[in-house]
């Protein structure tokens, strides 16, 4: 294992923030934790919608109720497996557990391979992810601060962030679409018709949620009312660990802000690579529902 810097190490060639994760979690999680077939793993790169994600399935399977919601924090009753506080987590889950994750397939859970469980994957707009991204390295006070955002912006490109490359990430990830049990979902869609894919999720799941629950699910993970509500805005974060000050986790909850961070010479930059990689994940760009760099 190196130590990339304090904040961060790398395990496999991937930067993981030691605040959260160190090589046992991560050894763990790839070997040792078992998949159960009725596990429903929420898949993402950092900044993607995880914690849209988290919300809407604790809904889903709450039949809308916001009990469980309003009074329990997104991390603990949607977990992430590869980070220490797994542990703590993990065992209190009652079945079918959901359940969160950064790692890309090659990290994931061995067990899952041969498993039955399912998965969503939620992706967005790299561009709009290398901007919140941006942003939130700025609030925590665990990640290396970036001062400048063409910097950044050629980190986010050579995959020198957090969970490393965006590209390789989703590549793993859409790899396995004939292979395992996996909805496709993106941060795009679920904006511009949040009701359709709740309804689309549930399929997948084989959830039946009557209209008013499925109601009640959109109404409680829209983005305000996830703004307004503390078990998921990270308002629960102690000062030491996030500058509440600074701004919120939740910032702007829209698609297309990079384009009011990016300048045309940095959108263009990002969009030779972006064309370059894309080459590789040739026929399946008609999962990506964002607009066309
Ligand atoms: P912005 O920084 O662009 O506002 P993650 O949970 O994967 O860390 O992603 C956080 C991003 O998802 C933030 O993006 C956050 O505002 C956005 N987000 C979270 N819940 C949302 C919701 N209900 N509607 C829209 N965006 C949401």
């Given at each position: 294992m190196a130590k990339t810097s304090d904040q961060y190490f790398l395990y496999d060639g991937i930067p993981f923030p030691c605040i959260a994760h160190n090589e046992e979690s991560l050894d763990f999680a790839r070997n040792m934790f078992q998949v159960c077939d009725d596990d429903v793993y929420s898949i993402t790169y950092?900044?993607?919608?995880t914690t849209w994600m988290q919300e809407l399935l604790t809904l889903i399977y709450s039949n809308g109720d916001q009990t469980l919601s309003r009074s329990v924090p997104n991390w603990e009753r949607?977990?992430?497996?590869?980070?220490?506080?797994a542990q703590m987590y993990v065992p209190k889950l009652t079945s079918p557990r959901l359940i969160t994750s950064h790692l890309p397939l090659q990290l994931f859970p061995k067990s899952f391979f041969t498993s039955k469980a399912k998965v969503i994957y939620t992706m967005r707009n790299p561009k709009d992810v290398c901007v919140s991204l941006y942003h939130y390295c700025q609030l925590v006070l665990f990640l290396e601060n970036p001062q400048d955002f063409d910097v950044f912006l050629s980190s986010f490109l050579e995959g020198d962030?957090?969970?490393?490359?965006w590209f390789d990430h989703v590549q793993s990830w859409l790899g396995t679409k004939d292979q395992v049990n996996i909805l496709f979902q993106t941060y795009e869609e679920l904006l511009q018709d949040l009701r359709g894919s709740v309804v689309r999720i549930c399929n997948f799941l084989g959830k039946e949620l009557d209209e008013a629950a499925i109601d009640s699910v959109v109404e409680n993970a829209t983005f305000k009312t996830m703004k307004d509500n503390k078990m998921t805005n990270y308002?629960?974060?102690?000062s030491d660990f996030m500058d509440h000050e600074k701004g919120s986790f939740l910032r702007k909850g829209i698609s297309g802000d990079w384009k009011n961070q990016f300048t045309e010479a940095q959108s263009e930059r990002f969009d030779q690579i972006y064309q370059e990689k894309m080459k590789e994940m040739k026929g399946l760009e008609s999962m990506f529902t964002w607009d066309k760099p």
């Open positions: 950092p900044k993607s919608g949607v977990p992430w497996i590869e980070q220490v506080s962030v957090l969970l490393g490359s308002s629960l974060v102690p």
